[in-house]
């Protein structure tokens, strides 16, 4: 099995996990399927041989390829110029077509020289030296990959050279490209920042290239405005944490008449997601601003808190003088976080299940002029009427759906998916001020409660859709729940193919003869995905979960400042009264 072709081996496992796994004892399936189905033989493998390093980025990876070719270039006294690419991983520069067996020298000296590959791009079907010779974009790349070799940044993290022809008081390039494949031979050459040609970029990235005047105009399709991300996040074994949600209990009595996914453990447990979270974020999103995680007063061990980019903000600091605190309902967290003092306009909401899996530009979450993107589910929410048994996420689906309906006219049926959830500031308040019942309601509720709306999840969407701020979007996804056991054939592929953009690794009501097991899985899947640490993790961790330093009691959050790239929002929003072509269905 170990040597078996991946596509071969996938196909025997699924039939394996497919006829075997019935047979099984239920509360051994998962154990049974991680035997089956080892992790450690789902590497990629796509690359021979590939620099061995502790820490990468694709930015970062993608900086190196580009700056090894522009200094070759240099140095040879080469003229170049840089321009944009469609891809997000890649980069390219422009050189002479009369210089070419000067630059095909060059290139195939430094890729014999640091283990490097060179590789012909155009045309394609001539690979080797007798290609190169006639090619008109080549691509020189050298790979990189973890220690334990589970993670390669291939050749499409590679610098393209492109052969430029002089035509006439012009020179043309032998492929489009995002701006221009033509260009005056005149054309001023000038310096230009990074986000200039991609928007794969950190915002304060300070290196710069030369390029020719033309490219330095932006295309319209490119996101511009500050993004930030806010994550919650929960220590469910943190003693102190335990103690308050004991003592909340007791005085909702009417906890025990709902449903138990309301306040099952499963809801509150931490298995280090957080970290490979924030790996995923840094490594696939360097376009992020801020990042602002909400929690219950507690800062996890191995966080550093003291990154300029980062924050850690209380539940407290949210609420303010509203709701109801401590609190242990996820969705009167979420009613409550477009209130994050400095938080910007444009912001995804991520759970801490939640991980981008390869990367991915801005305009994935947002149009060019700042509608928010979402991502409708192939569920449906349900049509019955509402339960007070009904699962939380059912309940709040089909109470979002009435005030869709009641707001509107329309009937929400379709679920979103367990994405990163793009999100507006001004949206999030403007339905706080038109529905205020049912979010200060929510907000009231220390356990999922059946009246419960969900705001960031499912109700915005709608909401911004239905007033021309959201758009459908499209975003290659995967969710699974750890204690489903066809979860670790699902974890397999998507480390060897490494084919999503984000993927929801979500536990809904664990017993604890599975609880080991889903530890396990993510301990063995999580390192091998995202081997790389991020800045925000601390080489020594704490103890154990520390506390924020706040002054206790109510914390009432300042008003942010203005976001100056939206000067005309600033919170909170006046209440919103109903046009005249909303209609009242109920």
């Known amino acids: 099995m170990r040597h078996t072709p991946w596509p071969v081996r996938r196909r025997l496992l699924a039939g394996v996990q497919r006829k075997l796994l019935p047979y099984v004892p239920a509360e051994r399936r998962l154990a049974t399927a991680r035997r089956v189905v080892p992790l450690a033989r789902a590497r990629t493998g796509r690359v021979r041989s590939a620099r061995v390093t502790e820490m990468a980025t694709p930015a970062g990876v993608r900086r190196e390829n580009l700056d090894r070719v522009v200094t070759a270039l240099e140095a040879a006294q080469v003229d170049w110029f840089r321009i944009p690419v469609d891809s997000v991983t890649g980069s390219a520069v422009a050189v002479p077509e009369e210089e070419r067996d000067r630059v095909l020298a060059l290139l195939e000296t430094l890729s014999a020289s640091d283990a490097g590959l060179l590789e012909v791009v155009r045309p394609t079907g001539r690979p080797g030296r007798r290609g190169r010779r006639t090619a008109t974009v080549l691509r020189l790349s050298r790979p990189v990959t973890d220690p334990g070799g589970n993670l390669v940044f291939g050749p499409e993290y590679g610098c393209e050279i492109e052969f430029w022809r002089t035509v006439d008081g012009h020179l043309i390039g032998p492929r489009s490209n995002p701006v221009a494949d033509v260009v005056p031979v005149d054309e001023p050459v000038v310096e230009a920042s990074e986000h200039v040609f991609g928007s794969f970029s950190a915002p304060d990235d300070p290196a710069s290239y030369r390029t020719r005047e033309i490219f330095t105009m932006v295309s319209p399709d490119r996101v511009a405005f500050p993004i930030d991300v806010v994550y919650t996040w929960v220590d469910g074994e943190d003693p102190e944490w335990i103690e308050r949600k004991a003592v909340a209990m007791r005085a909702n009595g009417w906890v025990a008449d709902v449903s138990e996914l309301a306040c099952n453990d499963s809801r509150y447990a931490s298995r280090d997601e957080l970290r490979y979270s924030l790996r995923a974020l840094y490594a696939f999103a360097p376009w992020v601003r801020h990042i602002f995680l909400v929690t ?6 191995w966080l550093d808190t003291t990154q300029p980019d980062l924050t850690v903000v209380s539940h407290r600091e949210v609420f303010g003088g509203t709701g ?85 006219g329309r009937v929400l049926t379709r679920k979103m998916k367990h994405t990163p959830h793009p999100s507006r500031r001004s949206v999030l308040a403007e339905i706080e001020s038109r529905f205020a019942e049912q979010v200060v309601a929510t907000a009231e509720h220390q356990f999922r409660h059946p009246e419960d709306v969900s705001l960031l999840s499912s109700l915005q969407q709608y909401y911004g859709y239905l007033t021309g701020r959201a758009a459908p979007g499209e975003i290659a996804y995967m969710y699974t729940d750890l204690a489903d056991a066809g979860t670790p054939l699902r974890l397999a592929r998507v480390l060897h193919d490494r084919h999503m953009d984000a993927f929801c690794l979500n536990d809904t009501n664990s017993s604890p003869e599975t609880a080991a097991e889903q530890a396990a899985l993510l301990a063995e899947f999580l390192p091998a995905y995202l081997p790389f640490p991020s800045p925000y993790e601390l080489g020594t961790p704490r103890p154990a979960t520390t506390r924020l330093e706040l002054p206790r009691g109510p914390v009432v959050s300042p008003r942010a400042p203005r976001d100056q790239s939206h000067p005309d929002i600033a919170l909170p929003v006046q209440p919103v009264p109903p046009s005249a072509s909303d209609t009242n269905v109920a």
């Open 296 to 301: 219950d007063d507690q800062v996890p061990a």
């Open 324 to 408: 109801q605190l401590p609190t242990f309902n996820s969705q009167a967290i979420e009613s409550r976080l477009h209130r994050i003092p400095g938080l910007s306009e444009h912001f995804l909401y991520l759970n801490d299940d939640v991980f981008l899996a390869r990367p991915v530009p801005p305009e994935m979450f947002f149009t060019p002029g700042g509608l928010t993107r979402f991502f409708p589910s192939t569920a449906l929410v349900d049509s019955a009427p509402r339960r007070d048994d009904d699962p939380p996420a059912n309940s709040a689906g089909k109470n979002n759906r009435r005030l869709i309906q009641q707001a509107f």
